[in-house]
């Protein structure tokens, strides 16, 4: 990914591909109507100018549009690990056991990963397929199940916040004060990672999948200090709240086809 720009409800991310391709992607609720806009060319168009990282890509005198807008949907996490009745001998790996919110960009990794496990167990007991299926099973029962309650965890805090944005605006971060028992969205966890280094140590280890995802968990404390004295998450300058994206939208006139 080259880049991404979130707001309160919607995010912009340029994904770099061959030849000098890219693509410029606005994430929203899918059952945000207000945005379905975005997907006409005009609409689109007008939207990804009011964005620094989108006016940038898109300024003419630097790229040229080679399609038009397309819409990606279904793209959910999902954990489906193999029937036991499965015959042995049979293995399943990568997409079709596990996928992961694309935004993490954490699927190639699992993908190989899980390929490297199943690898593994043939070489170290070459004539027994059953241990083979034990291996890979713990394996993903274990780490690859930890990173997609991770990605699920994320999205679903990060949703409920931007389900707040559409509705009117509801606090993202729970009440602090006094000691709450909620624990803090990791989204936010993951946002503070701007204003302190060793969140943004954690924070890189956890995008990275250098830690396991749990460890996250360990600057929870930090966070919560850091929000006791007045921080909060916020939008980078030059990304427009979703109101200010609505009213772009909505002044646009796209012609009758
Ligand atoms: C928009 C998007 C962005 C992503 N960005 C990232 C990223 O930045 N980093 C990252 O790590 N991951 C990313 N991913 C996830 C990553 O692409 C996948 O997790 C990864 O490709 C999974 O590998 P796989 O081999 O399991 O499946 P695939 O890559 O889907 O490979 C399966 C192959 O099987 C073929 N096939 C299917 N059915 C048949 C059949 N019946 N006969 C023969 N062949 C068949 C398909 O054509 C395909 O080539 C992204 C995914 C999406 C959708």
């Given at each position: 990914m080259v880049g991404v720009e979130e707001a309160d409800g919607y995010a912009l991310l340029v994904f770099p591909h061959d030849a000098g391709t890219f693509t410029v992607a606005f994430v929203h609720l899918p059952g945000d109507r207000a945005l379905a806009?975005?997907?006409?060319v005009p609409v689109f168009e007008s939207a990804a100018r009011i964005m620094s990282l989108g006016a940038a890509w898109t300024d003419p005198n630097f790229a040229e549009p080679i399609s038009g807008v397309t819409v990606m949907s279904g793209l959910r996490n999902m954990f489906r690990p193999l029937d036991?009745?499965?015959?042995?001998g049979l293995h399943a790996l990568g997409d079709t056991v596990c996928t992961t919110n694309p935004h993490f960009g954490r699927g190639s990794s699992l993908a190989v990963t899980h390929a490297l496990r199943l690898v593994q167990a043939v070489a170290e007991d070459p004539g027994d397929p059953a241990a083979w299926r034990d291996r890979v099973d713990a394996w993903v029962r274990g780490e690859l199940r930890s990173w997609f309650d991770d990605a699920r965890q994320l999205d679903r805090a990060r949703a409920a916040a931007w389900w707040a944005a559409v509705d009117g605006g509801a606090q993202a971060?729970?009440?602090?004060?006094?000691?709450?028992?909620a624990s803090l969205p990791r989204f936010v966890l993951l946002a503070a990672a701007g204003v302190d280094p060793t969140v943004a140590t954690a924070a890189l280890r956890h995008m990275q999948m250098?830690?396991?995802?749990?460890?996250?968990?360990?600057v929870e404390p930090r966070v919560t200090d850091l929000i006791t004295q007045g921080w909060r998450p916020s939008r980078s300058p030059g990304v427009p709240t979703r109101a200010e994206l609505v009213e772009t939208i909505s002044a646009v006139s796209v012609p009758v086809r």
């Amino acid at each position: 990914m080259v880049g991404v720009e979130e707001a309160d409800g919607y995010a912009l991310l340029v994904f770099p591909h061959d030849a000098g391709t890219f693509t410029v992607a606005f994430v929203h609720l899918p059952g945000d109507r207000a945005l379905a806009g975005l997907r006409r060319v005009p609409v689109f168009e007008s939207a990804a100018r009011i964005m620094s990282l989108g006016a940038a890509w898109t300024d003419p005198n630097f790229a040229e549009p080679i399609s038009g807008v397309t819409v990606m949907s279904g793209l959910r996490n999902m954990f489906r690990p193999l029937d036991p009745a499965v015959p042995v001998g049979l293995h399943a790996l990568g997409d079709t056991v596990c996928t992961t919110n694309p935004h993490f960009g954490r699927g190639s990794s699992l993908a190989v990963t899980h390929a490297l496990r199943l690898v593994q167990a043939v070489a170290e007991d070459p004539g027994d397929p059953a241990a083979w299926r034990d291996r890979v099973d713990a394996w993903v029962r274990g780490e690859l199940r930890s990173w997609f309650d991770d990605a699920r965890q994320l999205d679903r805090a990060r949703a409920a916040a931007w389900w707040a944005a559409v509705d009117g605006g509801a606090q993202a971060i729970p009440s602090m004060s006094p000691p709450s028992p909620a624990s803090l969205p990791r989204f936010v966890l993951l946002a503070a990672a701007g204003v302190d280094p060793t969140v943004a140590t954690a924070a890189l280890r956890h995008m990275q999948m250098t830690d396991p995802p749990e460890a996250l968990d360990a600057v929870e404390p930090r966070v919560t200090d850091l929000i006791t004295q007045g921080w909060r998450p916020s939008r980078s300058p030059g990304v427009p709240t979703r109101a200010e994206l609505v009213e772009t939208i909505s002044a646009v006139s796209v012609p009758v086809r």
